[in-house]
């Protein structure tokens, strides 16, 4: 859509929730299973409640016996051989066991059936009597009596009683998903166990025996932990570690009895300030911790961790939100990669009183209460030595017991450390056969992909049954996030029952099928990118699909197709599709397209490359460097000049956002005649009419003025400069800005085509304007073109230095670098582009730290959200951290609101965008694009279904809409309404 191309120019992307799987077998297991669920939901809820209703602290040993037995008994219902197993002094284990006729593998469910005590004025309903609400009790759900249940309970609805989904949801989810399996007359292709533990939320003090007892019993080629919730973003998650743990409480000590402070107060040592000094010491504010010698152990997480990590999606901004957060430690990072890295937390400081209770003395004694998380290869035993031995080399002495007053007299500085128990981390390969087909199982059943976490934030004893077991352990919650874990009105959102019913029976019989020991085939992976097309947005509550690549290129009048994909580093694969005229020759990987505005980072690489030679200044004026053609003097350059810097980051207050090029007959002017607007140019002159540096705004003809500067400095034409600077050192063989192509490589280029499917009259436009829109390639050419950035950004080419190649995608203003989009930080920054020519799109994505990315070309005026469904498709197969579907929800507003929202929008001259209202729709229609129906989120917040963008209405006193605001991925636009 013309109103978006703004956007589609430097970023376009996607972001975060839910994508839909390869196109859906109409066989596969999961719709039996689903409709199984759907006709017994009231059945499985009242047989949850039964369980629920039962109190269950492992400390009530009565109760905690009528849990296991129940348990039993409910298992041996389902057929499997169920007993107790001695708990070695703690409750009993319940054991159950379902052999496959001939299955191959062993698979182990582990759950817990004891809950955290309650405070039973502070639930809204009695903790041991489910209560089920049509909504979450904080936002006033009402009771729904479990007797006269509709026969589809609802998934947002919630039961309410302990241990919904700490953690007696699993065991009533995957005896569910046995019994849909039997009604659809299909048996699990694994052995399973079920292992259900009665002393969880005591410690766990007596499962070591218990492991060591029953080794052979509890043997399994895989363990599945399902105690935890799933992620915020409410996509399941499959985690693969968790973090140890240790803690120490900390005392140090003042005077024997508190003192007055004005007689006492700068002589006698104050526990409270020796306390916060020592407690600074031992971490900074961003978390880093002080102590010499603690990250000395910590094994670094493997390429696959931190992709994985990068690939969670993005809840940080909602959690800030809703904690009241202004910002977080280490400089914004994100949460997974901070729970990759062990942690020091402060969770308590006691010394004197405050308040109305504060009194003018010296306490006597200051306390710390400190827990540290720990990450693989770390030992509670070394984190205990490394601490104290810093707490020494700061000058105190190391007690373990109450110092008695003597020792007090004699060492100025004593420390008391008691501390607690702990454990060890553990972390599970995420490259193992398990591994791969535990995620492959689900994200199939599920149609989305499940969030893949290398290590949780909490901690859990996963290293224990690693140890004792030898067995491969893996994490599958299904507890919603917010269910209120260890506190009052715990719950469980009914969907995510609903959902782990169809995961545990996915996993029951398709698990040894999907256990392959080789990684997929580059054929595999072609193919389920062609059938895995996925478009950016889904509404909330409605099914995904998957979309096929041929189906999609007829439904944008799209004839041909050139894809490129980048996978650590190289080029994994490149492929054509379709045709390069309608009837013509198939498209091949040397196929020539036009690059459109692709043209302007590939033309950014090269003016960088003069800066780094010494011939560019990026900050000097621009006219210092001109010769046939000089910029425009007025009052906005006296104030502040135009900058090389400026022109590749669209700031330098130009004008002229793109160019329409020149069809085939009608005369071409030289450069100097576009920059001043003379015939036989059809565009207005390039000239500054916003003050320099001051904003963002995307200038074609800022790139025009880059052209004729180089060609002045270099005295070469454009053209051959690129060629010798950029395209034979990158072997971009098939590239070439040579406007137009020359006769010899006509038969190369895909004939373009308009946005219903007609060719352009005469072929390929011209475009004179070569440094902004010129660039003719291929998919594999621009390819090569990202991965020579980023072996610059990794200091490995000898082409861009690593610095130079940073400060091209150090987003300025607008999220755009010099040359690029940028978006993301850390292992999640990608650099991108955008192209669109006379009937051609093209769009290409890269990280910048990974050697992942993607090209995609093609020869249709339709092209650019085609391409982004294709990326997403490429995203989702090779796990990448961005560019899933974005899950919206439609508000119900007054359609009559749209009357005032109907009319004509100006994002910039000559880019124009039409709404209208067609009954109880609100429609936007632009030049050479479809009409699409906006969706509400708000009275003033619409969203499309094709595009991740949002329209913000901007409405004066009356209600009446003066505006709009276009937020995409990584960037904003404003339009005007004009009629």
């Given at each position: 859509m013309r109103w978006v191309r703004i956007g589609a120019a430097l970023v376009l992307g996607a972001s975060t929730l839910g994508a839909a799987p390869p196109a859906a077998d109409p066989a596969r297991l999961t719709d039996p299973v689903r409709a199984w669920r759907r006709a017994h939901e009231p059945a499985i809820l009242r047989e949850f409640a039964d369980l629920l209703s039962l109190p269950n602290l492992a400390s009530d040993a009565a109760n905690i016996g009528r849990n296991a037995d129940r348990i039993v008994t409910m298992l041996r219902q389902r057929g499997l051989s169920a007993r107790l197993l001695d708990g070695r002094g703690g409750p009993p284990p319940v054991y159950g066991e379902l052999v496959a006729p001939g299955a191959r593998r062993t698979v182990l469910i582990y759950a817990h059936y004891d809950g955290q005590p309650v405070d039973a004025n502070a639930w809204a309903s009695?903790?041991?009597?489910?209560?089920?609400?049509?909504?979450?009790?904080?936002?006033?759900g009402r009771e729904v009596s479990l007797e006269s249940l509709p026969s589809a309970v609802p998934g947002e609805w919630r039961l309410y009683a302990r241990s919904t989904g700490d953690d007696k949801a699993p065991i009533i989810g995957v005896l569910a998903a046995l019994d849909a399996l039997k009604a659809a007359g299909r048996a699990p292709t694994v052995n399973l166990k079920l292992f259900f533990e009665g002393e969880e939320e005591a410690g766990s003090p007596h499962m070591a025996e218990v492991l060591d007892a029953n080794r052979e019993t509890l043997r399994a080629d895989l363990w599945l932990l399902c105690d935890g919730p799933v992620h915020q973003s409410r996509r399941m998650q499959v985690f693969f570690g968790a973090r140890g743990e240790t803690d120490v409480e900390l005392t140090v000590y003042g005077p024997r009895r508190a003192l007055h402070s004005g007689h006492y107060g700068n002589w006698a040592p104050n526990p409270a300030v020796l306390l916060a000094h020592l407690v600074a010491g031992l971490r900074d504010e961003d978390g880093r911790v002080l102590v010499p010698g603690f990250y000395d152990d910590v094994r670094p997480p493997t390429e696959a961790e931190r992709q994985a990590a990068s690939a969670?999606?993005?809840?940080?901004?909602?959690?800030?939100?809703?904690?009241?957060?202004?910002?977080?430690?280490?400089?914004?990072?994100?949460?997974?990669?901070?729970?990759?890295?062990?942690?020091?937390?402060?969770?308590?400081?006691?010394?004197?009183?405050?308040?109305?209770?504060?009194?003018?003395?010296?306490?006597?004694?200051?306390?710390?209460?400190?827990?540290?998380?720990?990450?693989?290869?770390?030992?509670?035993?070394?984190?205990?030595?490394?601490?104290?031995?810093?707490?020494?080399?700061?000058?105190y002495t190391v007690v373990h017991e109450v110092p008695d007053l003597e020792a007090r007299r004699t060492q100025p500085r004593i420390v008391r450390l008691v501390w607690g128990g702990g454990y060890p981390a553990a972390r599970t390969s995420m490259d193992l056969p398990a591994s791969r087909a535990v995620v492959k199982v689900l994200e199939d059943a599920l149609g989305a992909p499940v969030v893949r976490m290398p290590t949780l934030g909490g901690s859990v004893p996963m290293y224990l049954f690693q140890q004792k077991t030898g067995s491969t352990v893996i994490g599958l919650p299904i507890a919603n996030h917010d269910d209120n874990q260890h506190a009052a009105n715990e719950n469980l959102r009914l969907q995510n029952l609903w959902d782990g019913i169809e995961a545990y029976a996915a996993i029951l019989s398709g698990l040894d099928a999907a256990w392959e020991e080789r990684p997929p085939s580059v054929a595999e992976?072609?193919?389920?990118?062609?059938?895995?097309?996925?478009?950016?947005?889904?509404?909330?509550?409605?099914?995904?699909?998957?979309?096929?690549?041929?189906?999609?290129?007829?439904?944008?009048?799209?004839?041909?197709?050139?894809?490129?994909?980048?996978?650590?580093?190289?080029?994994?694969?490149?492929?054509?599709?379709?045709?390069?005229?309608?009837?013509?020759?198939?498209?091949?990987?040397?196929?020539?397209?036009?690059?459109?505005?692709?043209?302007?980072?590939?033309?950014?690489?090269?003016?960088?490359?003069?800066?780094?030679?010494?011939?560019?200044?990026?900050?000097?004026?621009?006219?210092?460097?001109?010769?046939?053609?000089?910029?425009?003097?007025?009052?906005?350059?006296?104030?502040?000049?135009?900058?090389?810097?400026?022109?590749?980051?669209?700031?330098?207050?130009?004008?002229?956002?793109?160019?329409?090029?020149?069809?085939?007959?009608?005369?071409?002017?030289?450069?100097?005649?576009?920059?001043?607007?003379?015939?036989?140019?059809?565009?207005?002159?390039?000239?500054?009419?916003?003050?320099?540096?001051?904003?963002?705004?995307?200038?074609?003809?800022?790139?025009?003025?880059?052209?004729?500067?180089?060609?002045?400095?270099t005295g070469k034409p454009f053209p051959r400069f690129m060629e010798e600077k950029i395209l034979q050192p990158l072997q971009m063989a098939h590239s070439t800005y040579e406007q137009p192509l020359p006769a010899n490589r006509a038969n190369q280029a895909a004939t373009p085509y308009g946005s219903k499917g007609e060719p352009v009259p005469g072929g390929p436009h011209t475009y004179p304007e070569m440094a902004a829109a010129g660039l003719w390639s291929t998919s594999a050419d621009l390819a090569r073109f990202a991965i020579a950035l980023q072996n610059a950004l990794a200091g490995k080419s000898s082409l861009l230095s690593e610095a130079t190649a940073r400060e091209m995608v150090t987003p300025l203003l607008g999220g755009y670098g010099l040359g690029l989009g940028v978006q993301g930080s850390g292992p999640t920054l990608r650099f991108s582009h955008g192209g669109s020519d006379e009937g051609y799109e093209s769009f290409f994505l890269a990280y910048a730290g990974t050697g992942n990315g993607a090209v995609v070309m093609t020869n249709g005026q339709q092209g650019s959200p085609l391409a982004m469904e294709i990326v997403r498709a490429i995203a989702r197969e090779y796990g990448w951290p961005d560019l899933q579907p974005r899950e919206r929800t439609i508000a119900t507003i007054d359609p009559a609101i749209y009357d005032t929202y109907a009319g004509t929008y100006e994002i910039a001259p000559g880019n124009t965008f039409e709404l209208s209202r067609a009954g109880e729709k609100l429609l936007v229609n632009s030049p050479g694009a479809e009409t699409s129906e906006l969706y509400p989120e708000s009275r003033v917040r619409f969203f499309v279904l094709g595009l991740d963008v949002q329209l913000e209405f901007s409405l004066d006193e009356a209600g009446a809409a003066t505006g709009v605001k276009l937020h995409g991925d990584g960037w904003e636009a404003t339009a005007r309404k004009i009629k």
């Open positions: 009695p903790p041991w009597m489910p209560v089920l609400r049509d909504g979450p009790v904080e936002e006033g969670v999606p993005d809840v940080e901004g909602a959690l800030r939100h809703d904690l009241a957060l202004a910002a977080t430690e280490a400089g914004g990072a994100r949460l997974p990669e901070r729970i990759l890295l062990p942690a020091l937390n402060v969770r308590g400081l006691a010394s004197g009183h405050v308040g109305a209770s504060a009194t003018n003395s010296i306490p006597t004694e200051a306390q710390a209460s400190i827990d540290i998380r720990l990450v693989p290869d770390q030992t509670p035993e070394n984190v205990r030595s490394r601490i104290e031995a810093h707490l020494r080399a700061r000058g992976r072609v193919e389920r990118v062609q059938n895995g097309l996925l478009l950016p947005v889904v509404i909330q509550g409605q099914p995904l699909r998957a979309m096929k690549l041929a189906d999609r290129m007829t439904h944008y009048h799209v004839p041909g197709v050139s894809i490129a994909v980048i996978h650590e580093g190289a080029i994994e694969w490149t492929r054509g599709f379709g045709s390069m005229s309608v009837n013509g020759s198939p498209v091949t990987p040397d196929t020539l397209f036009q690059a459109g505005s692709i043209s302007k980072p590939v033309a950014a690489m090269a003016a960088l490359r003069l800066v780094q030679e010494g011939k560019l200044d990026l900050d000097a004026d621009v006219n210092l460097y001109l010769k046939a053609w000089t910029l425009p003097s007025n009052e906005l350059t006296e104030k502040k000049k135009v900058t090389i810097r400026g022109l590749l980051s669209h700031t330098a207050g130009l004008t002229i956002h793109g160019f329409p090029g020149y069809a085939a007959g009608q005369p071409v002017p030289a450069v100097v005649q576009v920059l001043d607007g003379k015939e036989p140019a059809n565009t207005k002159p390039v000239r500054v009419d916003i003050l320099p540096g001051s904003q963002y705004r995307y200038s074609g003809g800022g790139y025009t003025v880059l052209q004729q500067l180089l060609a002045d400095v």
